[in-house]
């Protein structure tokens, strides 16, 4: 029981052991205590001596019960408590002489007066239960006593409602053994149901030769099963189970971090949504993210079809590079209506005005997985470039990135299951035929995706960003960029344009009379007009320019000045005036904050018209749909001859087929009337878009 007792107390007549002897106490004060000595007639000894002494200790004092356990007897039920109660009224008569509930003054009842002893008491006592209908012994009520003077009131409960059962009943533990071992051979393998852990358990136990020990029953081998996978996910995702499996053992620390950027996590996960690709193809993307783990400021997030090399360099890039504000972007958006410093750092770069209400952050530490993309030369390359510290986790343990892979999680339950073609974590999750909804192209989701991180998860308090000293209150990513600024004592230096530009990936191209050619878009500028058709002097190149791009901004581009000082010419997408508005290309410093001006209302509809633009899906008249491509009208015709050739199974008229109002070339009898009867395989061609 409770191991908590009342402390010993020095008082007039005691003995106590001091200095090897038994010494009798003559007197008490407040600092010092006069005590027998063999050599003298007394001794004054000081208080804080006598209780620091090695062999000190108080005897012959009568034995005083310890604290009541009164958070144990919570776990009785109270039909049992109500029961110790009547028995601590009794007990405690016979040991002090009177009832707990006697009035003041009032004589002890016959039997229970000073004469007698604690053995009278304890038979008077048995006498009296047992004339009013309760058959008990005096050694009853002795071993009671003495219960409840040891243990306090819970000596007196009945134990047998909260006794403890050992963990997994009667079944022999080489059964429980042999089933744990089969439990731990499945963490990566796919996942089996019970039976086959069951049967796999006999197998084991025979593999190590105890015959002896038999199996229990089913029901009870599924019971042990049951105890023994909680929480492990052995018959489930084998994707949980895996992540469990390998999971901290030891508690999780915390990181103290006290400066933007001083520990960043980036990472790479498939996002739950079809969009439509640059070619008219229905596809799924994959979202690569880095968050700052002391703000939580998701500094960058981008999405691609695949996830290469390059984009991981790029996220680096766009965490020193100003969100610029887009059209259709409401003003309660921008950065000098945010809790972000933003008047100081307009006094330093001017090119901040016009910014979106998302911080710059240079990070000095990456923590990242071993995927390709992450530990690849290129994006090694980038941060030495950067002087960042790279820190790959652990293989297998995701838990050492919680705080991006947490990010990723929220992005799908925030933000994509509002998208059109929205197909969910799984195929247990996806609707039917989402490819037919109208979906977003690619450049269209990550504007909506960077307006989302701007207006919504900037200003959304955080639970990970509480006050230390108000835990009750939130932070925003925003709000606490502002504090670690003005606590940590120091603002990074920004990379220049230059710098910028130099970690775009590079394309080489020619020069023509129209532009560059990148990806089927034409970019120009005046400042082309000595590179067009010319050779750039680069002979490993065959004469090629070198163009640097951002694959997520498909607005400009940067060529390269080979033949002059190797500086740097901006060429514009020519349909430029049809696309977003692109990010900025100059990085910017961190000082200290302002008032915010934007008020919660704004942000907040601000969110909600975002969403409900992203749920409608983009705004495609059918007066302006895009003509069928030549394969689809080679189908059409395809379709139309097998119809024609096919003979009537009726004897009426066949229908006249409907008008070809769209087709590309004009189509001649001969090829209407002419059979395929099968097409040729297409190994590019997606095997999932129907006709």
Known sequence: MSLLRRPPVLAVGHKIRFEGQVRGVLEVTAQAAVVEDAEAEHRVVALLDLFEAEDFEVLFQPERMPLPTVGLLEAFPPEVVKQALWWEGHILEVIHGLAPDAEPGSPPRPGYGPGSSVTSRQRTKAAELTAAGHDVAANTIGNRRRRYQEQGLVGLADHRPVRKRTEFGSVPEPVVEAMRKAIREGVDTSTRNGAYLIWRTGEILRESDDEHVELPTERTLYRLLAKLTKGTHATGSAVTRRSKAHGAAAPFGELTVSAPGEVMQMDSTPMDVLVRLDNGVVGKVELTGMIDVGTRTLSAAVLRPTTKSVDASLLLARTVTPELMRPGWVDALKMSRSVLPHRRLLSLDERLEHAAAKPVIVPEMIVCDHGKVFISRNFRSSCRFLEIDFQPTWKGSPFQKGHIEKMLGSVATMFAQFLTGYTGRNTDHRGRHPERENLWSLPELQD??????????????????????????????????????????????????????????????????YGIRINNRTYDSPELGPMRLRDSGVTAKRGLWEVHRDPYDVAYVWVRDHRGDGSWVQATWKYLKRAPVPFGDLAWDHVRHQLPKATEEELAQAVADLLTRAHAGPDRPAAKRKPRSAKAAKVERKVAARTKAAPPTMSSPPPKPPQEAEVEAPVEEDDLAEVIPLGLFDPLEDPWRRP
């Open 448 to 513: 909506l995706l960077d307006e989302w991180v701007v207006a919504k998860w900037q200003n959304r308090p955080h639970e990970g960003l509480r006050d230390p000293d108000h835990p009750g209150r939130l932070f925003t990513p925003n709000q606490k960029y502002a504090a670690l600024v003005e606590a940590c004592g120091y603002v990074p230096v920004a990379l220049s344009g230059q710098d910028y530009v130099e970690l775009l990936p590079a394309a080489w191209r020619v020069v023509n009379p």
